[in-house]
């Protein structure tokens, strides 16, 4: 089972931040948190991932809580490409596998 | 850099025949992973290898499916005697390296696997 729970759907207009909350209460202290989308159709893209601090990259900012219970993805300019299905997931162990919830659809509104 | 290649991108099979689909990694990862995406679901681990070697299998059906990562060459993943319920996505994804490293991993377009 997934160790993330997600909103199902969310809405943003475009041009605006897009907020993506993803709570991991069970998170053990070396697992990673990795968010990835599906844009529909298309295999999942990578998208971020941390521990436990902030990180940013050129698509995204992820934000950890500092009990590490739970991330928001930050999408600082959505715009209509931006529309898929968000996942969230905590990812360790010895084998790396990914283990998908349901995301969050994200559908940014013109 | 070409990223994950999935082939073929759409593959149609009759009840009873064998599908086999390749994936070859990003150039120079030697981590390949299988998931499959039922329609309307989300994705679904399959199977993790390592050059040569099945390191995780425990997402595989007992039956009818395999798959390899030879020395040289695609991974493939292997389905004999495809029944309607194998109609499904397939995607391929490829890391650089595993545990306990945390390198993301970099997903194919998939492969949907149709039976008639």
């Known amino acids: 089972d997934a160790k993330t729970t997600q909103p199902p759907s969310m809405d943003c207009a475009e041009g605006r931040a897009a907020n993506l909350p993803c709570n991991h209460s069970t998170i053990s202290g070396n697992e990673y948190v990795y968010w990835y989308r599906q844009i529909h159709s298309q295999g999942p893209q990578y998208i971020i991932h941390?521990?436990?601090n902030n990180e940013t990259n050129e698509m995204a900012s992820l934000i950890i809580t500092e009990d590490r219970k739970s991330s928001t993805l930050i999408l600082p300019h959505a715009t209509l490409r931006d529309t898929a299905v968000y996942y969230c997931?905590?990812?360790?162990?010895?084998?790396?596998?990914?283990?998908f919830g349901t995301g969050t659809l994200l559908a940014v509104q013109p | 850099n070409a990223g994950v290649m999935q082939n073929p991108r759409h593959l149609v099979r009759r009840r009873g025949q064998e599908a086999r689909l390749r994936c070859s990694p990003v150039?120079?990862?030697?981590?390949v992973y299988w998931y499959r995406q039922l329609p309307e679901e989300g994705l679904k681990f399959m199977v993790y290898l390592q050059k040569e070697n099945i390191i995780d299998e425990s997402g595989m059906p007992k039956e009818r499916f395999s798959a390899e990562f030879p020395k040289e060459g695609p991974s493939i993943l292997r389905i004999q005697q495809v029944v309607r319920g194998d109609s499904a996505a397939y995607f391929c994804a490829s890391s650089p390296t595993g545990y306990p490293s945390n390198q993301p991993q970099h997903f194919g377009d998939g492969t949907r696997l149709s039976i008639l």
């Open positions: 941390g521990l436990k």
């Open positions: 997931i905590v990812q360790g162990g010895a084998t790396n596998k990914l283990i």
């Open positions: 150039k120079g990862h030697s981590h």
